[in-house]
T-cell receptor, first 109, second 117 residues
Framework: GQNIDQPTEMTATEGAIVQINCTYQ??????LFWYQQHAGEAPTFLSY????GLEEKGRFSSFLSRSKGYSYLLLKELQMKDSASYLC??????????FGTGTQLKVEL | DSGVTQTPKHLITATGQRVTLRCSPR?????VYWYQQSLDQGLQFLIQ???????AKGNILERFSAQQFPDLHSELNLSSLELGDSALYFC????????????????FGPGTRLTVL
């Protein structure tokens, strides 16, 4: 089976940097995804990691350590529109995605 | 806009009833996935179809069933509805070949909000 843990909520200030952690335990591992989801809307793809290390994409970066079963999503220069739920998801054997329960990020002035 | 369409957007029905949710994947995508998202459980994988065949099954109840048609659109059928079935149901699609693949970005539709009264 697969178990994914993320903090439930986080609060950060506009313009700041926030790191959202995700730990996972899986029976198979083919990669880790981060999705952003605004309330009532569809999840949208942010990043994908399959090898250890940091993947950078604009204001968003994602890190993976396979040996530690650990990933984080780093959001820089926070904007109010970044207030959303951030979902960590792991793909094991095949194409099935297992999602964590998500981290609700609130960006304040 | 992800290119995945779902209908209807909202559905209100009564306990014991049966409903059908519809999904059209992105052009060229062969795989369709169904997810249920309720307030207390997050996104739960239900089932995947690839090119008309069931490929993977998750926590899907026996009261629920799905199929993928030759034109690749998919339907999720929910029967004997209970209050606890109220949730957002998402469909996603990908270009997955059906084999184990290390990269499989899934594109999500806007969802169907089901309310069971």
């Amino acid at each position: 089976g697969q178990n994914i843990d993320q903090p439930t909520e986080m609060t950060a200030t506009e313009g700041a940097i926030v790191q959202i952690n995700c730990t996972y335990q899986t029976s198979g591992f083919n990669g880790l995804f981060w999705y952003q989801q605004h309330a009532g809307e569809a999840p949208t793809f942010l990043s994908y990691n399959v090898l250890d290390g940091l993947e950078e994409k604009g204001r968003f970066s994602s890190f993976l350590s396979r040996s530690k079963g650990y990933s984080y999503l780093l959001l820089k220069e926070l904007q109010m529109k970044d207030s959303a739920s951030y979902l960590c998801a792991v793909t094991g054997g095949g194409n099935k995605l297992t999602f964590g329960t998500g981290t609700q990020l609130k960006v304040e002035l | 806009d992800s290119g995945v369409t779902q209908t209807p957007k909202h559905l209100i029905t009564a306990t014991g009833q049966r409903v059908t949710l519809r999904c059209s994947p992105r052009s060229g995508d062969l795989s369709v996935y169904w997810y249920q998202q309720s307030l207390d459980q997050g996104l739960q994988f239900l089932i995947q179809y690839y090119n008309g065949e069931e490929r993977a099954k998750g926590n899907i109840l026996e009261r629920f069933s799905a199929q993928q048609f030759p034109d690749l659109h998919s339907e999720l059928n929910l029967s004997s509805l209970e209050l606890g079935d109220s949730a957002l149901y998402f469909c996603a699609s990908s270009v997955a070949t059906g084999l184990a693949t290390s990269y499989n970005e899934q594109f999500f539709g806007p969802g169907t909000r089901l309310t069971v009264l």
